[in-house]
T-cell receptor, first 115, second 112 residues
Framework: KAGVTQTPRYLIKTRGQQVTLSCSPISGHRSVSWYQQTPGQGLQFLFEYFSETQRNKGNFPGRFSGRQFSNSRSEMNVSTLELGDSALYLCASSLAGSSIVYGYTFGSGTRLTVV | EDQVTQSPEALRLQEGESSSLNCSYTVSGLRGLFWYRQDPGKGPEFLFTLYSAGEEKEKERLKATLTKKESFLHITAPKPEDSATYLC?????????????FGQGTRLTINP
């Protein structure tokens, strides 16, 4: 059974550029969440999508956005990159609308470095 | 505000030396508490979900318990392969809040 796939694994971008990260959830999973992990702040919730609709959003600036496609694949975009955006970006998928019942499965993440 | 605090930040044990990790939380209605294990360069790997005070779950050398204010992850006779960062997260009870609030993690090292 394939897990959650995130691409690319590593990315180096220059300050001011924009970046798009991709996440393919486990087959059949319709909920996709995104988290940012840094040494100082730990894992912080970015947003969650279910059936192509954003249901929840964390406390991040509008430069962070996302979307979900009809096949449940999701992308997140960060515009006007800042040095502080360097982090491991993790995607998690869940079977249905109630993740408390089915839990979350995380991907291996995309390591973004902004220089 | 929902908050999760884990202690200690780091723990170094000898192989076979049992110990416990702590996760204390304040949350607006707890729907569930999760424990994850994370190895360097990888995403968190699910271990347990606990739903109500008094609940316990076990998996190999790990046992998780839950009270109304905290959770413990007990590690019995650990092996070097148990070395990892252990993350605790809560799922708030706010309607529609499909998200996890994580603690900073405990970095566990088991020396052979």
């Amino acid at each position: 059974k394939a897990g959650v796939t995130q691409t690319p694994r590593y990315l180096i971008k220059t300050r001011g550029q924009q970046v798009t990260l991709s996440c393919s959830p486990i087959s059949g999973h319709r909920s996709v969440s995104w988290y940012q992990q840094t040494p100082g702040q730990g894992l912080q919730f970015l947003f969650e999508y279910f059936s192509e609709t954003q249901r929840n959003k964390g406390n991040f600036p509008g430069r962070f956005s996302g979307r979900q496609f009809s096949n449940s694949r999701s992308e997140m975009n960060v515009s006007t990159l800042e040095l502080g955006d360097s982090a491991l970006y993790l995607c998690a998928s869940s079977l249905a609308g109630s993740s408390i019942v089915y839990g979350y499965t995380f991907g291996s993440g995309t390591r973004l470095t902004v220089v | 505000e929902d908050q999760v605090t884990q202690s200690p930040e780091a723990l170094r044990l000898q192989e076979g030396e049992s110990s416990s990790l702590n996760c204390s939380y304040t949350v607006s209605g707890l729907r569930g508490l999760f424990w994850y294990r994370q190895d360097p360069g990888k995403g968190p790997e699910f271990l347990f979900t606990l739903y109500s005070a008094g609940e316990e779950k076990e998996k190999e050398r790990l046992k998780a318990t839950l009270t109304k204010k905290e959770s413990f992850l007990h590690i019995t006779a650990p092996k070097p392969e148990d070395s990892a960062t252990y993350l605790c997260a809560v799922h708030p009870g706010v309607q529609g809040a499909q998200k996890l609030v994580f603690g900073q993690g405990t970095r566990l090292t088991i020396n052979p």
